[in-house]
């Protein structure tokens, strides 16, 4: 079974904060593209037919890279909303029993993710025991392999950004966390 690539959650022009030609080029090129190569990888190795959480767990390499890549792509385009989304209590709750509050969380998440040098992605992720952190990891990094839940993450790889924001990594930032979809984030949230 061969995976395929999700259509964005919203229209390309829809964002404002993120350009209808940076979408084309994330969403069409870089993303099509990682999910073309975890396709041809996987194709003919016990990994033919496993989930993309299967394999980032499992896999190492250029399938895990393609896979997790995959995989980090459709969560974060899904974290995306184009209007202000209402945090959902039950979530609000938990972040600020950890941050202290919501603002408080978002300036620490854009400060993580700001200093993750070079190419990866920031998340915010729950615990086994149920608490929340934040995380970065690099490349293609994700959380699942050390046993953390995803639950919102941003791309910080230069082609999220570069070609709407340049070097201004922390204002592509500011703007990501005023546009989160929260509803999709408290949907992963147990
Ligand atoms: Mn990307």
């Not at 938990?94 to 408080?104: D, L, M, P, W």
């Not at 990094?141 to 070609?163: F, Q």
Request: aromatic residues 14%; contains cysteine.
């Amino acid at each position: 079974m061969a995976f395929t690539l999700p259509d964005l959650p919203y229209a390309k022009n829809a964002l404002g904060f993120i350009s209808e030609n940076t979408l084309s080029f994330h969403h069409d090129k870089h993303f099509k593209t990682y999910v073309d190569t975890a396709n041809k990888l996987a194709a003919g190795t016990e990994f033919e037919n496993a989930s993309l959480e299967t394999i980032i767990k499992g896999a190492k390499g250029p399938l895990f890279n393609n896979a997790a890549q995959a995989y980090n792509h459709a969560f974060y385009f899904n974290c995306i909303s184009p209007k202000a989304v209402e945090i959902p209590a039950n979530l609000k709750h938990a972040i600020e029993k950890a941050f202290g509050s919501v603002e408080n969380f978002t300036s620490e998440f854009v400060k993580s993710a700001a200093g993750n040098f070079g190419s990866g992605w920031t998340w915010l992720v729950q615990t086994k025991d149920g608490s929340l952190k934040i995380v970065n990891t690099s490349n293609a990094g994700n959380p699942l392999t050390d046993d953390l839940k995803p639950l919102l993450t941003v791309d910080v790889w230069e082609h999220a950004y570069y070609l709407d924001y340049q070097n201004r990594r922390p204002d592509y930032l500011k703007d990501f966390v005023a546009h989160i979809n929260w509803d999709f984030v408290a949907s992963n949230f147990k």
